[in-house]
């Protein structure tokens, strides 16, 4: 199994930045891939952001160009920067993890709050 820890969310004004972070623990081994998800209020959960095990990555239109995943292999850490943030950013954030043959199991973290506002 794998474990997650989401941290680094906050208050951050219009036009901000704020670095999320995903610690990993567990079968680190049998990842597939990492994503960040995003839970606004009263909308369903949204993806945001993906890497995989070769570093590939991807995002939801929504967020290119002003948000960045990355991995830290040394640190078992998977990592969101989120840069000109917008009121429509405010959310909560999860992390999630893929693992086994193929991505056949799922993990989530506990989300961390991110709100932008003036």
């Known amino acids: 199994q794998v474990q997650l820890v989401e941290s680094g969310g906050g208050l951050v004004q219009p036009g901000g930045s704020l670095r999320l972070s995903c610690a990993i623990s567990?079968?680190?081994?049998?990842?597939?891939?990492m994503n960040w998800y995003r839970q606004a209020p009263g909308k369903q959960r949204e993806f945001v952001a993906v890497i995989s095990n070769v570093l590939s990555t991807n995002y939801a239109d929504s967020v290119k160009g002003r948000f960045a995943i990355s991995r830290d292999n040394a640190k078992n850490t998977v990592y969101l920067q989120m840069n000109s943030l917008k009121p429509e950013d405010t959310a909560v954030y999860y992390c999630?993890?893929?693992?086994?043959?193929?991505?056949?199991?799922?993990?989530w973290g506990q989300g961390t709050q991110v709100t932008v506002s003036s």
């Open positions: 999630n993890a893929q693992y086994g043959t193929g991505g056949l199991f799922e993990s």
């Open positions: 567990g079968s680190i081994s049998s990842i597939y891939a």
